[in-house]
């Protein structure tokens, strides 16, 4: 089945405390991207990816590392983490960018005490 | 001024109703518009897409495009309770397709 993965679903941790939420798709596709929804202000874009080894920052990218050595796998890296980043997020995938159809995953609900 | 504005609803029609929803940018460099419909503890996926301006239709649903007001409406037919989900526009433009602005999504309610 196609699909995008992330793990964890939910987490809770505690300010300074590093953590890693991982993000793999089985469609081979180029573009990745890492969104952040809160509400009332809907999803914001933190980091994308154009290929592996590709990566720019979007629009909410502080706080926040990526990488992309694997063309399938894009974890979103918080190393310290702040109450601020507690957040809904979602990863997302597309054979290319632009009007390409985005297939987002189930989403990791972080709380950051 | 955020880059597109939706009004987050809630909006509650009875079932068979002709649903309107909306957003406005202000980016009018912004020439791919796409809605996404979003269902409860679930991530977005992606309804229909359209380019410039005009109308383009998929069964139930129609997206309209203004680029002179820069205004984007999305219209559902004949609604149906499965319609019930946050529906969230989302837009970007030719200098960079890698990035994406997002309305902050309406949450539609539909009563049977």
């Known amino acids: 089945e196609a699909q995008v993965t992330q793990n964890p679903r939910y987490l809770i941790t505690v300010t300074g405390k590093k953590l890693t939420v991982t993000c793999s798709q089985n469609m081979n596709h180029e573009y990745m991207s890492w969104y952040r929804q809160d509400p009332g202000l809907g999803l914001r874009q933190i980091y994308y990816s154009m290929n592996v080894e590709v990566t720019d920052k979007g629009d909410v990218p502080e706080g926040y590392k990526v990488s992309r050595k694997e063309k399938r796998n894009f974890p979103l890296i918080l190393e310290s983490p702040s109450p601020n980043q507690t957040s809904l997020y979602f990863c997302a995938s597309s054979l290319l960018a632009g009007i390409n159809e985005q297939f987002f995953g189930p989403g990791t609900r972080l709380t950051v005490l | 001024q955020k880059e597109v504005e939706q009004d987050p609803g809630p909006l509650s029609v009875p079932e068979g109703a002709i649903v309107s929803l909306n957003c406005t940018y202000s980016n009018s460099a912004f020439q791919y518009f796409m809605w996404y419909r979003q269902y409860s503890r679930k991530g977005p996926e992606l309804l229909m897409y359209?380019?410039?301006?005009g109308n383009k239709e998929d069964g139930r649903f129609t997206a309209q495009v203004d680029k002179s007001s820069k205004y984007i409406s999305l219209f559902i037919r004949d609604s149906q309770p499965s319609d019930s989900a946050t529906y969230l526009c989302?837009?970007?433009?030719?200098?960079?397709?890698?990035?994406?602005?997002f309305g902050s999504g309406t949450k539609l309610n539909v009563k049977p």
């Open positions: 989302a837009m970007n433009a030719p200098d960079n397709f890698n990035k994406f602005y």
């Open positions: 359209t380019y410039s301006s």
